[in-house]
Nanobody, 112 residues
Framework: QVQLVESGGGLVQAGGSLRLSCAAS?????MGWYRQAPGKQRDLVAV???????NYADSVKGRFAISRDNAKNTVYLQMNSLKPEDTAVYYC?????????WGQGTQVTVSS
């Protein structure tokens, strides 16, 4: 079992920045972030493998940057030029072998 602890959400004005962090309780392979807005499905934001390969949703390319510290089993999401449509609960994800683990979610609210 892997536990994920997220931090860094909050309220920010449009155009502002936030940085999310997620620490895993053990070593994992792919880590990343999904988000879910009210009434919508949970969608991919960005993921990163242990080798550093990344994948981003088109809607965040050029504004968000994902990174990780393998020694700390921690993934980061730097979010810049935030827009009101980025408002959602952001969930950390981690995969190890065939298992997928989710964090509890952190709220990001972008005001216009």
């Amino acid at each position: 079992q892997v536990q994920l602890v997220e931090s860094g959400g909050g309220l920010v004005q449009a155009g502002g920045s936030l940085r999310l962090s997620c620490a895993a309780s053990g070593s994992v392979n792919t880590m990343g972030w999904y988000r879910q807005a009210p009434g919508k499905q949970r969608d991919l934001v960005a993921v990163i493998t242990s080798a550093g390969s990344t994948n981003y949703a088109d809607s965040v390319k050029g504004r968000f940057a994902i990174s990780r510290d393998n020694a700390k089993n921690t993934v980061y999401l730097q979010m810049n030029s935030l827009k009101p449509e980025d408002t959602a609960v952001y969930y950390c994800l981690a995969r190890r072998v065939l298992n997928t683990y989710w964090g509890q979610g952190t709220q990001v609210t972008v005001s216009s």
